[in-house]
């Protein structure tokens, strides 16, 4: 797939079965994430790679999240079973550093940019992904399972796989809607 069709009809697939991405599809989607604009290279971003008992685990961190936040039985059955929405999900964290020139915004974005290449590396290869967010991506509990600091800020959830429908290419968006002169 050419850069310019892949950027023009990328989108998200919110269904997704097996398989995940191989050994080597998996590489590929890594290495997108790394050549992100980063300045003063320094990879404020972390890749935490869950898959078969990686998505259990994944689900229990959910699950003692949306209790310890007083979830009911809806919320808790929902907690439960949303990592299985695909067979690969990747949190992306941002892991800021102190810097005198690039401020945390600065490494946040490049950490959501390590997020968009994934997910376009993963579109090249025929593979499926949507990058989620939601509350856990924002909850003290699933930073402190994931051993993240306080510092560090999940950018989103990338869930891959296959997709299970062959959607229909969106209509190209006219981008110049969304641009303005000075």
Request: hydrophobic content about 50%.
């Amino acid at each position: 797939m050419d850069a310019k069709t892949l950027l023009l009809t990328r989108q998200s697939c919110p269904r997704l079965v097996a398989p995940a991405p191989d050994e080597q599809q998996l590489q590929v989607i890594l290495d997108a994430a790394a050549r992100v604009p980063d300045h003063a290279g320094l990879n404020p971003y972390e890749f935490i790679i869950a898959t078969g008992e990686g998505l259990d685990r994944l689900a229990a961190i959910y699950v003692a999240a949306a209790k310890a936040r007083g979830a009911d039985e809806a919320a808790l059955n929902k907690a439960q079973t949303m990592v299985y929405r695909a067979p690969m999900v990747i949190t992306v964290v941002a892991r800021c550093q102190p810097h005198p020139k690039v401020p945390v915004l600065e490494q946040q974005l490049a950490a959501g940019c390590a997020a968009m290449a994934m997910q376009m590396a993963a579109f090249a290869q025929g593979l499926g992904g949507i990058w989620r967010t939601g509350d856990f991506a924002f909850d003290a509990n699933v930073n402190q399972a994931l051993g993240l600091g306080e510092q560090d800020q999940i950018v989103g959830f990338l869930y891959l796989g296959t997709p299970a429908v062959v959607a229909p290419i969106k209509s190209t968006r006219d981008g110049s809607a969304f641009a303005r002169w000075l």
